[in-house]
């Protein structure tokens, strides 16, 4: 199901068709140094992330990660979405991108458009976001999206510190 489109991407609700691309995205190297390793392998392993994760999360709350794909051709090139964390108080947006769609402007055209569609369609309060405190590209990323950076957090006790952003 489409959930929006922008001028060159279309931002659409993942399938269990959608394994081979990712297996690819989740074991690129930048995800698993910046995001983690997900343990997803194999094209069952990536349709049960999609069916524990996305297509559970559409069902309970309306919102997950969705897949971007290039609109003209409608190959999958990364994913951007609205994630509800227990840990935190807020939704908040995350990304990624395989390496040849990033430095485009496609993250920053899915996630402007994500933010919208969160705090505008959904009635979001507030949007927030996690980044790894050397990840550069999504610290930029996010502070293009209007939100700032409030502190350093932990997921979990024993998860590396990450840093919090919020919008206003």
Same mark, same amino acid.
């Given at each position: 199901?489409?959930?929006?489109?922008?001028?060159?991407?279309?931002?659409?609700?993942?399938?269990?068709?959608?394994?081979?691309?990712?297996?690819?995205?989740?074991?690129?190297?930048?995800?698993?140094?910046?995001?983690?390793?997900?343990?997803?392998?194999?094209?069952?392993? !990536?349709?049960?992330?999609?069916?524990?994760?996305?297509?559970?999360?559409?069902?309970?709350?309306?919102?997950?990660?969705?897949?971007?794909?290039?609109?003209?051709?409608?190959?999958?090139?990364?994913?951007?979405?609205?994630?509800?964390?227990?840990?935190? !108080?807020?939704?908040?947006?995350?990304? !990624?991108?395989?390496?040849?769609?990033?430095?485009?402007?496609?993250?920053?055209? !899915?996630?402007?458009?994500?933010?919208?569609?969160?705090?505008?369609?959904?009635?979001?309060?507030?949007?927030?976001?996690?980044?790894?405190?050397?990840?550069?590209?999504?610290?930029?990323?996010?502070?293009?999206?209007?939100?700032?950076?409030?502190?350093?957090?932990?997921?979990?006790?024993?998860?590396?510190?990450?840093?919090?952003?919020?919008?206003?």
């Amino acid at each position: 199901m489409q959930v929006l489109e922008t001028n060159r991407l279309i931002v659409r609700h993942l399938t269990t068709e959608d394994a081979p691309f990712i297996v690819e995205l989740l074991n690129d190297a930048a995800f698993l140094h910046f995001i983690g390793d997900k343990g997803v392998r194999t094209l069952a392993d !990536a349709q049960q992330y999609i069916i524990d994760g996305p297509i559970e999360s559409y069902a309970r709350l309306g919102f997950g990660s969705y897949l971007v794909e290039l609109k003209d051709s409608h190959t999958p090139i990364g994913m951007c979405g609205l994630i509800k964390r227990e840990q935190l !108080a807020d939704v908040d947006i995350g990304f !990624a991108f395989l390496p040849d769609y990033r430095n485009n402007g496609y993250a920053t055209e !899915a996630a402007t458009a994500v933010r919208d569609y969160g705090l505008k369609t959904l009635g979001l309060p507030r949007i927030a976001a996690i980044t790894n405190p050397d990840n550069v590209g999504s610290i930029r990323l996010v502070e293009k999206l209007g939100l700032v950076y409030k502190r350093m957090i932990r997921l979990t006790p024993e998860s590396p510190e990450i840093r919090l952003y919020e919008s206003e």
